[in-house]
């Protein structure tokens, strides 16, 4: 069955050198591929078997750090973000990952 499109915006995608840096206390940070992006949220990708799972839960708020190129028009600087949903890719690049939903709340000065 299809899944059917939430999102009200629209989204960049493709993006080989844009990150979210995730740090969490007592482990290394964790710095993922964003696999799409829009002014308010953006999908991460995650290895299945990634540790970084075991960190997080649907409706979880943290502090992100976006990262992307000086020539982007991408939102980047850190935010206050809630998990939105993680879901499987079935196809393209990137199958058999996860992708990571995080709608940024809030940017935020750190």
């Known amino acids: 069955m299809p ?10 995608a493709h993006l080989s050198s844009h990150r979210v840096e995730f740090k969490f206390p007592g482990v290394p940070v964790y710095q993922l591929k964003v696999r799409d992006i829009s002014e308010r949220g953006a999908g991460v990708v995650v290895k299945a078997d990634s540790n970084f799972l075991a960190m997080i839960t649907v409706g979880q708020e943290l502090t992100i750090k ?16 809630r998990i939105e949903h993680i879901s499987e890719l079935e ?11 995080v709608s940024m709340l809030k940017e935020i000065n750190v």
Do not use: N, Q, W
Not at 3 to 12: D, K, M, Q
Not at 91 to 99: A, D, E, M, N
């Open 66 to 81: 976006l990262i992307a190129p000086m020539e982007s028009k991408s939102p980047v600087g850190h935010y206050r973000s």
């Open 91 to 101: 196809s393209g690049r990137f199958k058999g990952h996860l992708v990571v939903g």
């Open 3 to 12: 899944s059917i499109e939430r999102r009200t915006e629209p989204r960049a």
